[in-house]
Nanobody, 126 residues
Framework: QVLLQESGPGLVKPSQTLSLTCTVSGGSITTNYYYWSWFRQPPGKGKEWMGAIDWNDNTYYSPSLKSRTSISRDTSKNQFTLQLTSVTPEDTAVYTC??????????????????WGQGTQVTVSS
């Protein structure tokens, strides 16, 4: 069973960089045909796909967040990391990592996600 666990600070100051790590167990992040994505859900709003990294270390980003988002991985630790720069209070949300399966003709935003972390609350406030 693949398990995902988010970690990182729960409080970030405005203008700083939010950095979260997703640690994966029970499966390798280099296994073919899986996307490893970050989602977030602000209070009172729906879940938003932020970006992904795939088995070949290719990255994909939401157009609305692309200028501020970076996703990378550490295969030796079986982890992938989200960095979101220049945060504002509007970036306050529950951030969740997930594993999605590749499907022909579909990118990571439209993938089917069967494995999810529990999510972590990040608050942007001074």
């Amino acid at each position: 069973q693949v398990l995902l666990q988010e970690s990182g600070p729960g409080l970030v100051k405005p203008s700083q960089t939010l950095s979260l790590t997703c640690t994966v167990s029970g499966g390798s992040i280099t296994t073919n045909y899986y996307y490893w994505s970050w989602f977030r859900q602000p209070p009172g709003k729906g879940k938003e796909w932020m970006g992904a990294i795939d088995w070949n270390d290719n990255t994909y980003y939401s157009p609305s967040l692309k200028s501020r988002t970076s996703i990378s991985r550490d295969t030796s630790k079986n982890q992938f990391t989200l960095q979101l720069t220049s945060v504002t209070p509007e970036d306050t949300a529950v951030y969740t990592c997930a594993r999605g399966s590749w499907r022909l003709g579909k990118g990571p935003q439209a993938s089917e996600y069967a494995n999810w972390g529990q999510g972590t609350q990040v608050t942007v406030s001074s």
